[in-house]
């Protein structure tokens, strides 16, 4: 089985101010990882992935990610953020095993002015 | 590269009434599309995946019937929920895999916000 928890269902922060939202997964077999973002009634948008490689990712709008794989985490972060950031972010796995994409249930970020 | 569209963005139907939703890829050939349904302030909801040339495959609890998948050509995947509902009011979102690769990466379309009256 494969599952992905995102332990934060809301996250406010200050403008400029960092932020991290985290993203744990679990699976029998090794994954693929990915954050998404998506606006008000809006598809989603890859921000980044990780596949294999360098576990420290970098996607687009300055996020970046770590997959930690002894704490099968994949958080993401950004070390200052703007108004335009206040999205929903998903975490998602696949595995070629499983062959389905599970999602997280999604933080929504809300930046403050 | 990689974009999906999808059509239309918002649809309002009386109950009882079909919709179609279309989910295109522009500049690449999908074998595979899935199609995912979200709740307001929930995750999404895989409801079925949808191959070229062949019948769709649907998640547990998804009436096949009700939402009719075709994938007629590489580029094209339509739903169609028939005899739609108010409770069938919900956000579409069809998803496409590059041919060839099997990392997972899905690119998306804009979605569909289905209001049934």
């Known amino acids: 089985a494969q599952s992905v928890t995102q332990l934060d269902s809301q996250v406010p922060v200050f403008e400029e101010a960092p932020v991290e939202l985290r993203c744990n997964y679990s699976s029998s077999v090794s994954v693929y990882l990915f954050w998404y973002v998506q606006y008000p009634n809006q598809g989603l948008q890859l921000l980044l992935k990780?596949?294999?490689?360098?576990?420290l990712v970098k996607g687009i709008n300055g996020f970046e990610a770590e997959f930690n794989k002894s704490q099968t985490s994949f958080h993401l972060r950004k070390p200052s953020v703007h108004i335009s950031d206040t999205a929903e972010y998903f975490c998602a796995a696949y595995s070629g095993g499983y062959q389905k994409v599970t999602f997280g249930i999604g933080t929504k970020l809300q930046v403050i002015p | 590269g990689a974009v999906v569209s999808q059509h239309p963005s918002w649809v309002i139907c009386k109950s009882g009434t079909s919709v179609k939703i279309e989910c295109r890829s522009l500049?690449?050939?999908?074998?595979?599309m899935f199609w995912y349904r979200q709740f307001p302030k929930q995750s999404l909801m895989l409801m079925a995946t949808s191959n070229e040339g062949s019948k769709a495959t649907y998640e547990q609890g998804v009436e096949k019937d009700k939402f009719l998948i075709n994938h007629a050509s590489l580029t094209l995947s339509t739903l169609t929920v028939t005899s739609a509902h108010p409770e069938d009011s919900s956000f579409y979102i069809c998803s496409a895999r590059v041919g060839g690769r099997n990392t997972g990466e899905l690119f998306f379309g804009e979605g569909s916000r289905l209001t049934v009256l």
């Open positions: 500049d690449f050939q999908a074998t595979t």
């Open positions: 990780y596949l294999s490689g360098s576990t």
